[in-house]
């Protein structure tokens, strides 16, 4: 029996890429173009994950020419209005080359916190240096698992990034190996997951896994009978027990891990792309529709974000009027006291909210800055009149647009058959 894989170099040029689009596969739908381009139009906040396979070169040094392609990706997305997030591999690997020279091996045995931390700033110089020749700053990102569980420190990690966006500062992030213990539960283990699950708690619309993966295949890829998946919706049990058979590809993240961080993508119901960072100009061409890679898309439209789990409205709402729901839509705005036309529910400062519109529509959830009786007496009322009540310090807004996830942006029928 032929082995689901992720195909690991084995190039196939743009003609055979084409007529693979033409087979169905198990998990595929038709018409997979068309629908790749209704989805990623909607995209406005992407989280990418890099792979070591992708940054080193083959004399295991850090790949300054695709790094720097990689940094003129993320520009020319930043510039058409994307907010995007790197999650980085590569600081053991980058310590261990600087500390063995070209070699880049451990003959010495040396301790992988201490190539780490040595690696890290390696790798943030140079994607510093590359950011800056086009026009972009850096901020450098290291968690453990609870900064993203946690909800406090969820809520931080969050507002930083959200923070960092309007800045034109694009966040690198990584996990933090130099304080984890391998056996630590505080450990996520591999950025493929870590991307998904700071996608989720910022509310991104997809996740890209760049690695040298051309994506998803129904065998093994070097076998001519074996087709690339280009869109998926479903991730079969078949496909997750093929993949822990499968041999995995670069680094740490192999077959199985980016399944399972597809997997955890389109649960928080964004869409993920697996596909081969050394594609000249992949992101681009990922986000104008283009056919290449595996898509993996929510099989069913749900709340994207930290506030998602709840099937349907949450019994605490916030009712708006058409402005502020065009406000909160299609200008990205916080919701203010004025926009307010009901309270439904009791509920706490700080409690998760559903912001539903004069039609019961549910636009967004979010975290208040108020109670519901204090926004009770501050509806319909100018954002002046809220710190005239509660002085200078309080906050204008009843819910921060960076503590507030927009429901799903894209519409159910664009995964028709």
């Given at each position: 029996m032929s082995r689901m894989s992720l195909q690991k170099n084995v190039p196939r040029n743009?003609?055979?890429?084409?007529?693979?689009?033409?087979?169905?596969?198990?998990?595929?739908?038709?018409?997979?173009?068309?629908?790749?381009?209704?989805?990623t139009k909607s995209v406005r906040k992407v989280v990418v994950k890099v792979g070591s396979a992708v940054i080193f070169d083959k004399?295991?040094?850090?790949?300054?020419?695709?790094?720097?392609?990689?940094?003129?990706?993320?520009?020319?997305?930043?510039?058409?209005?994307?907010?995007?997030?790197?999650?980085?591999?590569?600081?053991?690997?980058?310590?261990?080359?600087?500390?063995?020279?070209?070699?880049?091996?451990n003959s010495l045995g040396i301790p992988s916190k201490t190539a780490a931390a040595v690696g890290q700033c390696q790798l943030l110089r140079a994607y510093a240096e590359e950011f800056e020749q086009v026009g972009f700053q850096t901020a450098q990102i290291l968690l453990i698992?609870?900064?993203v569980s946690h909800r406090q420190r969820g809520s931080d990690l969050r507002r930083v990034i959200c923070q960092l966006f309007p800045l034109h500062v694009i966040p690198l992030v990584n996990e933090n190996d130099v304080i984890l213990k391998e056996d630590t539960r505080e450990r996520v283990r591999e950025n493929d997951k870590l991307a998904s699950l700071v996608g989720a708690k910022i509310g991104a619309d997809a996740v890209i896994l760049l690695s040298d993966v051309e994506g998803l295949y129904t065998g093994d890829p070097s076998q001519e009978h074996s087709q690339r998946y280009s869109l998926i919706r479903e991730?079969?049990?078949?496909?997750?027990?093929?993949?822990?058979?499968?041999?995995?590809g670069e680094g740490k993240g192999g077959?199985?891990?980016?399944?399972?961080?597809?997997?955890?993508?389109?649960?928080?119901?964004?869409?993920?792309?697996?596909?081969?960072?050394?594609?000249?100009?992949?992101?681009?061409?990922?986000?104008?529709?283009?056919?290449?890679?595996?898509?993996?898309?929510?099989?069913?439209?749900?709340i994207?974000?930290?506030?998602?789990?709840?099937?349907?409205?949450?019994?605490?709402?916030?009712?708006?009027?058409?402005?502020?729901?065009?406000?909160?839509?299609?200008?990205?705005?916080s919701l203010l006291a004025a926009g307010i036309i009901e309270v439904r529910g009791h509920f706490p400062a700080g409690a998760t909210v559903s912001v539903v519109s004069e039609d019961r529509q549910e636009i967004a959830r979010g975290q208040t800055n108020y109670s519901s009786s204090q926004i009770y007496n501050l509806r319909r009322k100018h954002s002046k009149v809220v710190r005239d009540i509660y002085g200078n310090s309080a906050p204008e807004e009843i819910i921060h647009r960076n503590n507030m996830i927009i429901a799903r942006t894209w519409t159910p029928n664009v995964f028709a058959e």
């Open positions: 743009e003609q055979e890429q084409g007529s693979k689009c033409e087979t169905q596969v198990p998990g595929r739908l038709p018409g997979a173009i068309m629908n790749r381009q209704e989805i004399n295991m040094g850090l790949d300054r020419q695709r790094i720097g392609s990689i940094a003129r990706d993320v520009a020319e997305l930043e510039r058409s209005g994307k907010e995007v997030v790197l999650v980085t591999s590569g600081a053991i690997r980058a310590g261990l080359r600087a500390l063995r020279g070209l070699q880049g091996d698992r609870s900064d991730i079969t049990e078949n496909m997750e027990r093929q993949a822990r058979d499968a041999r995995g077959i199985w891990q980016k399944l399972q961080a597809a997997k955890a993508a389109v649960n928080s119901n964004m869409i993920c792309m697996v596909a081969n960072g050394r594609i000249e100009g992949v992101l681009g061409r990922i986000m104008a529709g283009e056919d290449i890679g595996t898509m993996f898309v929510p099989s069913k439209p749900q994207r974000g930290p506030h998602a789990g709840s099937e349907g409205v949450l019994q605490a709402q916030i009712v708006v009027d058409q402005g502020a729901k065009k406000a909160i839509l299609e200008s990205g705005k």
